[in-house]
């Protein structure tokens, strides 16, 4: 059986970015090979987040993203505001009445949704 594990991210500075993200997050980086390679993980994320050293950042869009869901209750637009607030670039709200979200970018311009609770 295979089971998802980490999701790993494309960065210049793994180091800087799995700070940020461990920081989002309520995590810790529990390993850092020496700034070329960082792993998150976080109480309330069931995969641990990768950080790699690229030399070049990736152009364009992201073929692969993040979805995360709000907590229930959760004030939307205290959410976006605390996430701008952190260094998140806020791109905008999608979906629909009963499925919406909102896509955001961190600080290295990886695209990211927070949505309502599932």
Do not use: Y
Not at 78 to 90: L, Y
């Amino acid at each position: 059986m295979i089971r998802l594990g980490m999701v790993t991210v494309d960065t210049a500075d793994p180091r800087t970015l799995a700070s940020w993200w461990a920081s989002r997050l309520g995590g810790e980086i529990v390993h850092d090979a020496d700034g070329w390679f960082c792993i998150v993980r976080a109480p309330e994320v069931p995969v641990a987040l990768g950080f790699q050293k690229v030399a070049e950042p990736t152009r364009g869009k992201n073929r692969m993203h993040l979805d995360l869901d709000r907590e229930a209750g959760a004030d939307r637009d205290a959410v976006v505001a605390e996430w701008v607030a952190a260094g998140a670039a806020h791109l905008g709200r999608r979906g629909e009445e009963d499925f919406s979200w909102d896509t955001f970018a961190d600080p290295d311009g990886n695209e990211f949704c927070i949505g309502d609770p599932h």
